[in-house]
């Protein structure tokens, strides 16, 4: 768990400005997490992928893309455990972020934020195209997910690159090419610029231009729109937590980055403040992982109906009657 040292960047006691307030507070809201926003993040995450995967044909362009941001979300969920448990206050060399352990339960995390974040704007901007062009055959579930395995492949490799950043910086701390990268604060730029700002900016346009399709709306827009009436609210209510449990993350790294690149040495009340600011922010991310899939069974109409023929498969295996066939049917007209 966190402790004042982690805060004070010293393994010396005694009394600290930001201790010991200040670790017990985000100690105490982590332990919260892990009994409660942990398990309804497995669970439900889980639920969303298995309801939609055993209903493929059920599936909508939204759809495609929540069941990507489960996946993420259940990878940022395991990983939660690991970085609230112990790394920072117990001491485990297995998982200190030196370690090879560290390094790539950092490039999971990594690729989990990526994904969560462009499925975010790739929702908004195909959104558009549906409102935009409703017979245009582009935003359809079929081509998001294409997209959608494009998105892993782009997380990976983006997450490569800044991971080569952080072993840079590890394997010798003599050599000059890693000394003049300053490769870990190279590594969070990256990430800060390819995965918070891209994304961002596609989805400020993809909202500025759906407002705008808003206010033009047309009676062809009640006639062929494709998405379900709460399709919207489902968008507005996503874009807003996503950005929003994300965005503190982000700006902790960015301001790491600025810090380091100036050179100037921290005081340690400035660096336990550093670092108390982005345990909060860290651990809002991982609150992602169980806020989306909840706003997905909220608001989302077709979800129930899903869950329930998940259970009748669980209980009667792939047998269907023609009742199931004709409400499947009716679903995908």
């Known amino acids: 768990m966190w402790s004042c040292d982690t805060f004070n960047g010293t393994g010396q ?14 100690s105490a809201l982590s332990l919260l997490y892990l009994l409660l926003g942990l398990p309804t993040g497995l669970g439900c995450n889980a639920l969303l992928v298995l309801a939609n995967l055993c209903a493929p044909r059920t599936m909508t362009m939204p759809d495609v893309y929540f069941v990507n941001m489960a996946i993420a979300g259940l990878v940022t969920s395991a990983l939660a455990p690991v970085q609230l448990l112990g790394p920072a206050g117990w001491g485990w060399a297995l998982w200190s972020p030196g370690s090879g352990a560290g390094l790539a339960l950092l490039t999971l995390f990594n690729v989990s934020s990526l994904v969560s974040m462009y499925c ?25 997910r294409q997209v959608c395995g494009f998105v892993w492949g782009g997380a990976l490799l983006t997450s490569f690159s800044s991971l080569l950043f ?42 500025a231009r759906i407002l705008h399709l808003k206010r033009e709306a047309t009676p062809l827009d009640r006639d062929a729109d494709r998405l379900e009436p709460s399709a919207h609210r489902l968008l507005l209510a996503t874009l807003g937590a996503q950005f929003g449990l994300w965005t503190p993350y982000y700006l902790s790294l960015l301001g ?13 009340h400035s660096a336990g403040a550093l670092q108390l600011v982005h345990g909060l922010s ?11 899939p909840l706003l997905y069974r909220s608001l989302s109409k077709s979800f129930p109906g899903k869950v329930r023929r998940l259970r009748a498969r669980l209980r009667c295996g792939p047998c269907r009657g023609p009742r199931d066939l004709g409400a499947v049917q009716q679903v995908v007209t």
Request: with cysteine; glycine share 6%; hydrophobic share 50%.
């Open 120 to 144: 975010t704007a790739l929702l908004g901007l195909d959104y558009y195209i549906a409102r935009a062009l409703p017979r245009a055959p582009a935003a359809s579930a079929h081509n998001a």
């Open 166 to 207: 952080y072993i840079c910086g590890r394997v010798s701390s003599s050599a000059a090419e890693c000394t003049e990268l300053q490769s870990a604060q190279a590594a969070d730029a990256i990430m800060v610029l390819i995965g918070y700002a891209v994304p961002a900016l596609a989805t400020l346009y993809a909202l």
């Open 256 to 268: 790491r980055a600025l810090l380091a690149w100036r050179g100037k040495a921290l005081d340690r």
């Open 13 to 26: 006691g005694g009394a600290r400005p930001l201790c010991p307030d200040a670790h017990l507070v985000l």
């Open 282 to 292: 860290q651990l809002l991310a991982f609150c992602s992982g169980f806020v989306l």
